[in-house]
């Protein structure tokens, strides 16, 4: 069984500036709870950051294939407001085990305060099983673009492009 770890409100500084157009690096307020790891990444040239789960030490979670349960990794985060995080499996596990995220890309709003825990199934033939300190997804910082809709009188010309309206393996199966 998991417990949910409660946590006082933490004060957050509104970010006015854009960061993109100054050059800055964002930055990203996050609070860990006790025993809650920094996202980080496993090597140089990784794009994203390993998300560890932050459980008692005593718990093990037991997944049954086609169980799902959300995981919590110990994490609060202060997103700059026109970014978000996006939230992804990692491809070992899913290879090796069937660990998968049913909702990938998950998406963390820059108004979201919560504990940012990671949805996850079994897609495999075993029991999953997570321990604490283990990870269990990757998280990029991504810029979110405001944009308007352009509303068209008539319906989309599916020959403006070579693909037009073809779907899913219309553009080949290899």
């Keep these: 069984m998991v417990t949910e770890t409660t946590v006082a409100a933490v004060p957050i500084a509104a970010v006015t500036a854009d960061l993109t157009m100054s050059g800055e690096r964002p ?13 980080e990444k496993a090597t140089p ?41 996006s939230v992804r499996a990692r491809s070992g596990r ?20 919560g504990e940012f825990r990671v949805l996850v199934v079994n897609l495999g ?10 990870r269990i997804a990757q998280i ?5 673009i405001d944009f ?6 008539t319906p989309l010309d599916p020959d403006a492009t070579h693909r037009g309206a073809g779907g899913f393996g219309s553009t080949g199966l290899a």
């Design 27 to 39: 930055r990203v307020q996050v609070f860990l709870a006790p025993g809650a790891r920094l996202p």
């Design 45 to 85: 040239g990784a794009a994203a950051l390993d998300v560890y789960a932050c459980l008692p030490p005593d718990l093990e979670i037991v997944l049954g294939p086609g169980d799902r349960i959300d995981v919590p990794t110990g994490l609060w985060f202060a997103i700059p407001p026109g970014y978000l995080i």
């Design 94 to 113: 899913a290879l090796r085990e069937g660990m998968a995220l049913p909702n990938a890309p998950g998406t963390i709003d820059s108004d979201y305060r």
């Design 125 to 134: 033939q075993a029991p999953l099983r997570i321990k604490h300190g283990e």
């Design 140 to 144: 990029l910082l991504e810029r979110s």
């Design 148 to 153: 308007d809709w352009e509303e068209s009188k």
